[in-house]
Structures are given as C-alpha cells and as structure tokens.
C-alpha cells in the first residue's frame, strides 16, 4: 500500500533563519529546512502539499520548488485559499495542480526594498528582471506558455481564479468538481450505474451516517438505495 504524506505551505515562505524566528514566537511559516525534513520521511511515496499562502522570499520558494522537483515521488497540490507570488511559484512543483473553486493564484513580478545611487538602481533593476526570468521559467514549465507571456502577465499582476487557472494551465483540475453529466464508457452486456447515481448515493450514505437513525426499517433505505441505482425519482 502506497503511504502518502501532508505538507503545509502556510504563512510567510521566508529562509531557514528567519524561519526559526518565526517558530520561536509561534508564527507560522514556511521554510526550506522544514520542508526538507517532511520530504525525507522514507516511509512516504507521495507527497500532498496543501497550499494557502501570501507568498515571500523568491529564493526560499525556489530552494522548496526545487526539492520537491528532484524528491522523485508523485506530488499533488492542492491550492486551498490564495497561492500568491513565491507560493505560486512552490504549487508549479505538482506532479498534479488541483485548486479550490474558491481560492485564487496570483503571479507578479519580484520586488526589492533598496537604497542607492543611480548606478545601484540600474543595477538592481537587472537583477530583477533576472529574478522575473526564473519564476516565469516556473510557470513555463507549467503551462507550456511563452515565457513573454508569461511575463507580460507577471507585469500585470495576474489574479487567476479556479477556472482560469485550469484555462491558462496553471492548475490541472478544479477540485470538488464533479459533473453529473460525466459519460461512462462501457463494456458490458448491462448498463452500469449513472454517475448521477453514483453522486446521490454516496450522499444518502453521508446522510444515514450524519443522522444515525438506527430506528428507521431496513427495508425502507434499501428502497431508496435500489431506486438511486435505478434512476427513479425521489427525494433524497
């Protein structure tokens, strides 16, 4: 059996250091070392990263893209709230990007606090535009788009919700999204259930669990279980 182990990407992605700032005063962080540490649990074959963060330090969040990249086991991330700037950056290291129909990506270019002369501006200005460069390598690699593209959207400051995210590649799949309308290809001599079925049964069976009515007749949920499988109406 396959073992799969939960990685938080919560609160500030800052460095290592900062990191022990941050756990000395309990406020939630995430930093390489700690990653690291989570992915090196042997007894794990994948990796699920659950991801709601406002982003942080360019080179922390490539440190933590890259270990998940290089740990060769199947990673799926699930995008639960906001995934903005260095977080967005960490989700492209999924395997599988799958993202809530209530949260958002943000992507946008790098930034720095600065003083200097005119010389030390240009200069920063460079390495900015080098920074930008390999995040949107991130996102390339994602979503096959062009790289000035991506920039482009970068410079715009690009707020993507689920469906555009899953529309501009940036997620694999919406999660929770199940449709009804979803064919079953058959092979078969009768027909199989309904997806439709499948859905109003598994929440017959939430209910009967939620509710706990030992004293409702047997007979009576079998009723309703059978006219689910045969697509008969009633309320559930």
């Given at each position: 059996?396959?073992?799969?182990?939960?990685?938080?990407?919560?609160?500030?992605?800052?460095?290592?250091?900062?990191?022990?700032?941050?756990?000395f005063?309990?406020?939630?962080?995430?930093?390489?070392?700690k990653?690291?540490q989570a992915?090196?649990?042997?007894?794990?074959?994948?990796?699920?990263?659950?991801?709601?963060?406002?982003?942080?330090?360019?080179?922390a969040?490539?440190?933590?893209?890259?270990?998940?990249?290089?740990?060769?086991?199947?990673?799926?991330?699930?995008?639960?709230g906001?995934?903005?700037?260095?977080?967005?950056?960490?989700?492209?290291?999924?395997?599988?990007?799958?993202?809530?129909?209530?949260?958002?990506?943000?992507?946008?270019?790098a930034?720095?606090?600065?003083?200097?002369?005119?010389?030390?501006?240009?200069?920063?200005?460079?390495?900015?535009?080098?920074?930008?460069?390999?995040?949107?390598?991130?996102?390339?690699?994602?979503?096959?788009?062009?790289?000035?593209?991506?920039?482009?959207?970068?410079?715009?400051?690009?707020?993507?919700?689920?469906?555009?995210?899953?529309?501009?590649?940036?997620?694999?799949?919406?999660?929770?999204?199940?449709?009804?309308?979803e064919?079953?290809?058959?092979?078969a001599?009768?027909?199989?259930?309904?997806?439709?079925?499948?859905?109003?049964?598994k929440?017959?069976?939430?209910?009967?669990?939620?509710?706990?009515?030992?004293?409702?007749?047997?007979?009576?949920v079998?009723?309703?279980?059978?006219?689910?499988?045969?697509?008969?109406?009633?309320?559930?």
């Amino acid at each position: 059996m396959r073992k799969i182990g939960k990685i938080d990407i919560k609160g500030d992605i800052v460095s290592n250091d900062v990191g022990e700032f941050y756990e000395f005063f309990g406020m939630s962080s995430t930093y390489p070392k700690k990653i690291q540490q989570a992915i090196l649990n042997d007894e794990d074959d994948e990796i699920i990263l659950n991801v709601a963060s406002n982003g942080g330090d360019v080179f922390a969040a490539s440190e933590i893209y890259t270990m998940l990249r290089d740990s060769e086991k199947n990673v799926t991330v699930n995008i639960q709230g906001l995934a903005a700037s260095a977080a967005s950056v960490i989700s492209m290291a999924g395997d599988t990007v799958r993202i809530s129909p209530t949260a958002q990506i943000m992507i946008h270019k790098a930034s720095v606090s600065t003083v200097g002369n005119s010389d030390d501006l240009e200069h920063e200005s460079e390495v900015l535009n080098g920074i930008d460069e390999s995040i949107a390598m991130a996102y390339e690699l994602k979503t096959g788009m062009k790289q000035s593209d991506i920039l482009q959207l970068m410079a715009n400051e690009t707020w993507l919700n689920a469906k555009a995210a899953v529309d501009k590649g940036f997620a694999d799949e919406i999660m929770f999204n199940e449709s009804d309308d979803e064919p079953i290809f058959e092979n078969a001599i009768h027909a199989l259930p309904s997806k439709a079925a499948i859905n109003k049964f598994k929440n017959l069976i939430a209910k009967e669990k939620l509710n706990k009515q030992p004293s409702q007749p047997t007979n009576s949920v079998r009723e309703r279980k059978l006219a689910i499988l045969l697509n008969k109406k009633g309320e559930i």
